[in-house]
């Protein structure tokens, strides 16, 4: 059948993305047809872009979507044809109406959570889910940083960090944002304004954090290291300002036996057990209220590349979608 996705030939700016028809076979053994009614756009589809990371060119983009099942191939018995599900982290080319995807990377969307919240924040809610609960636990009474918190990961997890207990300090780049986020935090810093280590350590009587969530990378590296508290740990899962650059494990002893991991959504939902359970973790505390997930762009399929200025313009709050 024919179908609409965007594809790039060539790494580069946003204008390398390009609006084509595209066939799609009968879905092969254990795959399935998804029609998308929704489509996640995320910080990591501009470094698939940009050639930040790397990928075999010519390429589709994006991972992650949600839709309804149109038809099934040989052996699949999980789903059924008209069910609803979503899939987050991979493989690359959700960017598109239609697309033929293993029904192992699927997981079912409940009746509670809308298709636009599922296509846009099952991936950035799987990785709040992840750092949160199992890279680094924040328990009650903690105080944790978070970087750019008015974001699409931020926002989810301020959110439910608070609700695991913890007081949040949230880091934005604009008093707009400073303001979106404040029912989120406890505390909110402009870190275009100042040194926010310095503001991290009055609120924390000196002591630093135990932890900070990191996306911002290159940018934030070295006031995150001077934010945490003795044998803290930094959780550097993102690169939106550039990569960090190379550094000696020297600088970890010197500033207080830290801890440093750079962890990845894949590796946290390696197995089918594990995906199913950090989605339907995330999927629950959306549908109980806990996290009040929002999508606040929304942009037809042929747009995506202003759908990528405007993320990497710093110019978006929360989810965007994609919609074809
Ligand atoms: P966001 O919606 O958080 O957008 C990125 C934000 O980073 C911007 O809005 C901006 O907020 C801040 N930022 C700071 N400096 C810059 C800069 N120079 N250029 C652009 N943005 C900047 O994106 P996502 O929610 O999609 O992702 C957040 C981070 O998490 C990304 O780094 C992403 O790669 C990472 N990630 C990692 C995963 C993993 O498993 N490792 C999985 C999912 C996401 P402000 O203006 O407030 O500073």
Redesign the pocket.
């Known amino acids: 059948m024919k179908a609409q996705a965007i594809r790039f030939d060539q790494t580069g700016d946003a204008s390398v993305l390009r609006y084509t028809d595209i066939d799609i076979p009968e879905p092969g053994p254990g795959e399935v047809r998804l029609r998308h009614s929704a489509v996640g756009?995320?910080?990591?589809d501009t470094?698939h872009r940009s050639g930040l990371y790397a990928v075999p060119l010519p390429s589709g983009i994006g991972q992650e979507a949600a839709g309804v099942i149109e038809a099934l191939g040989e052996g699949v018995t999980e789903f059924k044809v008209g069910d609803r599900a979503a899939y987050a982290?991979g493989p690359i080319g959700s960017y598109s109406s239609h697309r033929n995807i293993a029904a192992a990377r699927l997981v079912p969307v409940p009746d509670a959570v809308p298709d636009e919240i599922a296509a846009g924040t099952l991936?950035?809610g799987m990785?709040a889910q992840?750092?949160l609960k199992r890279t680094f636990k924040v328990e009650s009474g903690m105080t944790v940083l978070i970087?750019?918190?008015?974001?699409?990961?931020?926002q989810i997890a301020t959110q439910w960090a608070r609700a695991l207990g913890a007081k949040v300090i949230g880091?934005?780049?604009?008093a707009a944002?400073a303001k979106l986020v404040a029912p989120f935090c406890d505390h909110v810093i402009d870190?275009?304004q100042g040194n926010f280590a310095e503001q991290v350590r009055t609120l924390t009587d000196g002591k630093g954090v135990p932890v900070v969530y990191d996306?911002?990378?290159a940018?934030?590296f070295n006031g995150s290291i001077d934010s945490l508290a003795l044998r803290g740990m930094l959780v550097s899962?993102?690169?939106?300002?550039?990569p960090v650059p190379p550094f000696s494990p020297a600088l970890l002893s010197q500033k207080g036996s830290l801890f440093l991991t750079?962890?990845?959504?894949?590796h946290?939902t390696a197995t089918r057990e594990e995906l199913l359970a950090t989605a339907a973790d995330y999927f629950s505390v959306v549908a109980n209220g806990t996290v009040k997930a929002e999508v606040h762009q929304r942009y037809a399929l042929a747009d995506a590349a202003k759908a990528h200025r405007d993320?990497?313009?710093?110019?978006?709050?929360?989810?965007?979608i994609l919609l074809p």
Do not use: C, D, M, Q
């Open positions: 756009v995320n910080f990591i470094y982290g991936l950035r990785t992840y750092l970087h750019a918190a008015a974001g699409g990961v931020g880091t934005v780049g604009s944002k870190y275009t996306g911002v990378g940018a934030t899962f993102g690169n939106a300002s550039g750079r962890p990845t959504l894949g946290y993320l990497e313009g710093r110019n978006t709050t929360g989810s965007i």
